[in-house]
Nanobody, 119 residues
């Protein structure tokens, strides 16, 4: 059974930083596509960033140059380093994982972790 557990969310002032973690069990982060999504109140879920099976990364325009996605095969975890946070980054952040190398759909999801950025 695949489980994805996010941690690291919290409240921070604008300009601050947070590091989200996604610990996987029953699933190997190596060799598959994984992503971070977020959903703000009243908004649709949006993909923040993904990291492909080969380590290639893609970022949403609103977070590019501020967020960094990474994977640690040894710890079987994925991370999202968030810097220069803005109030617009306030959302629930979800970890997602694909069954294969495609980054177009994700079959496994975590429960989410709340990030709140105050001005």
């Amino acid at each position: 059974q695949v489980q994805l557990v996010e941690s690291g969310g919290g409240s921070v002032q604008a300009g601050g930083s947070l590091r989200l973690s996604c610990a996987a069990s029953g699933y190997s982060v190596y060799g598959y596509c994984m992503a971070w999504f977020r959903q703000a109140p009243g908004e649709q879920r949006e993909r923040v960033a993904h990291i492909g099976s080969n380590g290639d990364t893609i970022y949403g325009a609103s977070v590019k140059d501020r967020f960094t996605i990474s994977k640690d095969n040894a710890n079987n975890s994925m991370y999202l380093q968030m810097s220069t946070l803005k109030p617009g980054d306030t959302a629930i952040y979800y970890c997602a994982a694909a069954r294969g190398i495609s980054c177009y759909s994700y079959q496994y999801w975590g429960q989410g972790t709340q990030v709140t950025v105050s001005s």
